[in-house]
């Protein structure tokens, strides 16, 4: 009961009928950055979030020349704040979830914080939150995690963000749902770090990164180099490819070489 009362003092924004989409590539770049007022209206591409514009916590894009989602719990310490995605395909356990978080400087002194991922069936009911993995205790650094996505009816991905104390702040970004052939390179856990996926179709490599890489060039299993080139728009054109095992050799746009590999279907 109590929960159902919590529920119901939250805003709820709905979603118009949109096309379930196989995957997600999302950096947050395009969004309307503002706290909970007007200014900010959501859904914003299809994305929503559960939230009390009066108390707290708030759920909204931040940020400038890299822009993320922002949880601030505002007066409503121990409360939870949900992001929630666009309608997916129902998960087929096929797929992985990747992302990054952090709690920020903003935060009160002490202050701690977590995400868990879910999946629910409706943006209008968090009650049918179930738990995809443990819940994640966050720490300064901007850190990745990744989740394998169970076979599930439920149609959207809910990140639960909670703060311990008042003024918490947590920011999540590069949000990469995909085949679970999901690649980070080296596992590199930095804003610099690289990302990439095999879209659905198998015809393109789709990264989520900070800066775009120098180059990318990717080699056979024997060896051989097959491509390379440089991202256009967050892809890297796999499409003359034939199915099986790659290395890719990626320079970093600091100079850095990453090595990593996928598999085309």
Known sequence: MKLKL????????????????ASINETFQSFITGPAGPAAAWPQNNWNRVQDTTNGPWV???????????????????????????????PDGTKTLAFTAAITSGSASGATGTIQVGLVNSITDMTSFTPVGNIINLTPENTQYTFTVPVSANQYIAFKITGSAMHTAIQIDDVLYNNST?????????????????????TALEFVTQKDPKKIQIYSALGQKTTEGKLNRQQFDISTLQSGVYYTVIETAEGKTIKSKFIKK
């Open 6 to 21: 919590l529920l119901g003092s939250l805003m709820l924004t709905a979603v118009s009928a949109n096309a379930q989409l």
């Open 60 to 90: 909204y894009a931040s940020g400038t020349t890299n822009k993320y989602v922002q949880y601030y719990s505002f007066s409503a310490p121990n409360t939870a704040g949900y992001l929630i995605t666009p309608q997916i395909v129902a």
């Open 182 to 202: 999901l690649g980070v390179a080296d596992q590199v856990k930095s804003e610099n770090e690289v990302k990439f996926a095999v879209n659905a179709d198998n």
